[in-house]
């Protein structure tokens, strides 16, 4: 492999604008060669270098040498711009790197003071019973709190460690692969030119902090010695299997081999299923429409996976890092190899359920062919919820996981891959009604279809149906709104959820014309007049927001001006032109609803089976440019890595047992109300008995992470300004000393 596709495949995505211009270097040395060869200067051009007299030659130098040879002038120049390109961005991010390592220094020095998780001492020589209860209540929550409060603050210094190492090594390979494109450049001027390297242009580079500087390198042996020794108790072995990154290179063989021998299956099974099905539509009777909506339902998730391999294989040829900005794990990810591979088996496991249905006569004896559906719902439900570690295992509870934070939204801080799962949740809407629509039918309907009555399953007279089609935009909703509680920004957020607010409307609006209708059989109500400029309103507002916030597009310059694209761009211009064409076609699709030409055109389950497959499409479509416009985000920022928070909040430095996790705050505070009825019987019988006294350094249990506990402002509220002294502030402590002494005295 050539050194420049090296260079470009291995470095790191966020930092691209930093490396060196390696493929602009290559062009010089080709115009250098073309004034060679042109004109008979000889040894006189290196003679004549700009850096004969002097490395920081001033313009006039430069412009009288530009005068004898313009072309290694410029090249030297361009090695000059590049090196002080490179130095500086190395000497900020050592910087960094530096600070960070400071603060992790104190973090450690906390994590291992005992004081911070010790609490204290609860042993009571006082003779009320009651009082003894508290105590020993108070002691022994006090103890399990401590010990999951060390547990936390462990992972996530462990986390921020792991994290922090990997940035200190991208920085190392940005330093060996810097400095070797430089080394390799010179040989190449040296061989294509047949004229010497600069001597002090050579010694600059050489001089320069990328070889000299090896402040990441010490860094890397002191994450390594610490992690070591206070979090894997000694054992070097299992640090450096937390620590380190595996460096050889991933192949996909297998995976290649079983994703071809999965679609070998699927092609002729999926032949053979259209061509049976559609000769025996009327042999089903009316369970046909019934099937067919629940086989749809479970046929969307694996069309969604076969998109997203597709997103994967898009972001991986254009350098996009989607493995950061999804917060995915840099040691267990999968490719799209694997997606495929994945999505590609769960076809073939969704095909020979339908075969099985279509040939249920000669299969009866094995299963009924009503029950095929829900077999395969079973099947799909146990992959999806395996514990063992297999059949991606890693994949699978990511996604759960993530899920569960969306279906928490309001409860919960929202970063980026809770949003994008939520976004992906309103495309597939569809998949959950026909989820819906399986259980229900097996739960009632399919009695009624024995019993020839009418079927219930489809109505919106439950409500069921509607509530479902509105979840995933109250999703995203309530996101918003907590970004909004959390930035306090109007804008995007209050906007945004603006955005998602239209769907509320739009989805009860065509729910109350189907209640209507379906007890009138009136096709156009007002309700359906309301739904249709609902409609409008909301495809405007999210192809709008598509465009401008999602994909970054119509850019304002400095100068108020507006690009009809972008500056910064991963893909060819005409891509984005046809992607935003796309996008409003398919947001505006369901405009062919209205017509009766249309719906008559084909069997409406199936109609609508192409529409939802046209949004899909679209969201993958739609993926491909966000990931990519918060990718060019990042590379704006320089972010390569993940700012994990801290457990300590260094804030206090006179006060280190302080933690900084709100969600510890209300756990704490839980807790507390929980043994509050055990401890008031002491507080109110020991009003006058023996004081404890908390030490300076250690934790109630009403603060043991810093935030829970109020600090006493009334002096006559003795109790509270009792429990409290040992956690406040100092300034607070002394206050609250002096009531409890003054109410002692009284």
């Not at 006189?44 to 002097?54: C, P």
């Not at 769960?346 to 559906?373: E, G, K, Q, R």
């Not at 019988?685 to 600090?711: C, E």
């Amino acid at each position: 492999m050539r050194f420049g596709h090296y260079l470009e495949g291995t470095a790191v995505p966020e930092w691209r604008p930093k490396y060196v211009h390696y493929k602009g270097l290559k062009k010089q040395i080709k115009k250098v060669v073309n004034e060679v060869s042109s004109v008979s200067v000889g040894v006189d051009i290196e003679k004549k270098s700009i850096l004969s007299k002097s490395i920081t030659g001033d313009e006039d130098d430069i412009a009288r040498m530009a005068e004898g040879s313009r072309e290694v002038a410029a090249f030297e120049q361009m090695v000059l711009d590049q090196v002080a390109k490179v130095d500086g961005f190395l000497e900020e991010k050592v910087a960094e790197a530096e600070e960070r390592m400071t603060t992790l220094r104190t973090q450690l020095e906390q994590f291992e003071n005992p004081d911070n998780y010790d609490f204290a001492d609860t042993k009571s020589h006082a003779s009320q019973f009651a009082t003894y209860v508290r105590d020993r209540v108070n002691y022994w929550v006090s103890g399990i709190k401590a010990k999951r409060l060390r547990g936390r603050d462990e992972q996530k210094l462990r986390l921020a460690l792991s994290e922090f190492y990997r940035n200190l090594d991208l920085l190392k390979d940005y330093q060996i692969l810097n400095f070797t494109a430089f080394q390799k450049i010179f040989k190449k001027y040296e061989k294509k030119t047949t004229l010497k390297v600069n001597t002090e242009l050579r010694k600059k580079v050489e001089t320069s902090d990328l070889s000299r500087d090896k402040t990441a390198e010490k860094l890397m042996k002191e994450v390594e010695a610490v992690f070591q020794k206070h979090l894997e108790g000694g054992n070097r072995a299992a640090a450096m299997k937390s620590l380190r990154l595996p460096k050889h290179v991933r192949t996909y063989r297998w995976p290649v081999f079983r994703l071809g021998l999965c679609l070998g299956i699927c092609i002729p099974l999926a032949v053979v299923a259209l061509i049976v099905a559609s000769n025996r539509t009327e042999q089903y009777g009316d369970t046909w429409n019934s099937v067919f909506i629940m086989y749809r339902g479970l046929l969307l998730p694996v069309l969604f996976l076969f998109g997203f391999g597709v997103d994967v294989l898009v972001w991986k040829r254009f350098f996009i890092n989607h493995v950061f900005i999804m917060q995915l794990s840099v040691r267990d990810n999968r490719s799209f190899h694997q997606i495929f591979e994945i999505a590609s088996g769960l076809a073939v496991l969704w095909l020979l359920s339908v075969m099985a249905y279509i040939f249920s006569d000669d299969l009866s004896w094995f299963i009924p062919d009503i029950w095929n559906p829900l077999a395969l719902f079973v099947a799909m439900l146990l992959w999806s919820f395996n514990p063992l570690h297999m059949m991606a295992r890693s994949a699978r509870w990511w996604s759960l996981k993530e899920l569960g934070r969306v279906v928490r939204a309001p409860f919960k801080d929202v970063l980026f891959p809770d949003f994008w799962i939520a976004d992906q949740l309103n495309s597939l809407v569809w998949m959950f009604m026909d989820i819906e629509y399986l259980i229900c039918f097996y739960a009632v309907d399919r009695h009624n279809y024995a019993d020839g009555s009418q079927p219930v399953c489809t109505s919106v007279k439950s409500g069921l149906r509607p509530l479902i089609l509105i979840l995933p935009a109250w999703f995203r909703f309530a996101q918003c709104l907590r970004r909004y509680r959390d930035t306090s920004a109007a804008f995007p957020h209050l906007v945004n959820a603006g955005k998602y607010s239209t769907s509320f409307f739009v989805v009860l609006l065509d729910s109350l014309h189907a209640h209507v209708h379906e007890n009138t059989g009136d096709s156009w109500t007002g309700f359906r007049t309301a739904w249709v400029v609902a409609a409008v309103i909301g495809t405007c507002y999210t192809f709008s927001w598509d465009v401008k916030m999602d994909w970054g597009l119509l850019e304002k310059q400095e100068d108020g001006t507006r690009l009809w694209l972008r500056k910064n761009k991963s893909y060819a211009d005409w891509s984005y032109c046809c992607a935003v064409v796309a996008d409003f076609v398919l947001r505006w699709a369901w405009v062919m609803t209205m017509s009766p030409e249309v719906t008559n055109l084909i069997h409406s389950d199936v109609t609508k089976f192409l529409f939802i497959v046209g949004e899909i499409v679209r969201r993958i479509m739609w993926n491909v440019f966000r990931v990519e416009n918060e990718h060019l985000n990042n590379c704006g920022a320089f972010r390569a890595v993940r700012e994990v928070p801290l457990p300590f909040d260094l804030a206090w430095q006179s006060d280190h047992e302080f933690h900084s996790d709100p969600e510890s705050s209300e756990r704490t505070a839980k807790l507390s109300k929980r043994v509050a009825s055990a401890i008031s019987v002491g507080r109110a019988l020991s009003a006058g008995g023996a004081r404890r006294r908390a030490p300076r350094k250690q934790f109630s249990i009403d603060n043991v992470d810093g935030h829970g506990a109020t600090m006493a402002e009334d002096e006559g509220e003795e109790e509270e300004e009792e429990e409290d002294v040992g956690a406040a502030s100092p300034p607070a402590r002394a206050r609250a000393a002096a009531a409890a002494k003054k109410a002692t005295s009284v």
